[in-house]
């Protein structure tokens, strides 16, 4: 298993030299499995320059996993240049928590009159797979999903993989009880 951490902020991206150790994009990571598998975790500011980095090397297959719906872990969808690639397979997985579907969490990103791409502008062929579920495979990875105390819901996940563990537990608000939360 190997992670890159594309953008660890909350809230919005910055910039400035105060921010240079850990960069100035909201959250996304890549978690590759041994068999190269790519998985993107949160499609926050950082999943502008992994997609860049993904078409420069010729990958057009990818698995994205949402924590949830928050502006900050989503905002980079209309950025990853891979959606407007006909050459793209993108499969969507997460529990929609309070929207009604992942199609809809994402779509919301390029709805007028606050972006100037439609939605219909996507080229990639991508599958939503809406699963709110005790764990999910990618090859020899197994991803368990962990409640977060979070409003309006939200998953971290631990990811296994040859007795290797990865938790990714993000926005977890210990000192609020949250409806639906551990
Ligand atoms: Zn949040």
Known sequence: MIIRCWGARGSIPVSGRQYLRHGGNTTCLEIRTKDDEILIVDAGSGIRELGNFLLAKDRHTFTLLLTH????????????????????????????????SLKEMLSRTMAPP????????????????????????????TITPIALSHPNQGMGYEF???????????????GHQHEGGA
Not at 71 to 94: A, C, E, Q, R
Not at 127 to 141: F, V
């Open 69 to 100: 719906a928050h502006w900050d872990h989503i905002m980079g969808f209309p950025f990853f240049k891979p959606i407007y690639s006909h050459k793209t397979n993108l499969t969507v997985w997460g529990c929609p928590f309070a929207q009604t």
């Open 114 to 141: 606050n972006f100037p791409v439609n939605f219909d502008a996507i080229r990639a062929n991508i599958s939503y797979q809406d699963m709110c579920i005790d764990s999910y495979k990618l090859g020899s990875m």
């Open 160 to 174: 296994a993989e040859d007795g290797k563990r990865f938790v990714f537990l993000t926005d977890n608000e210990l």
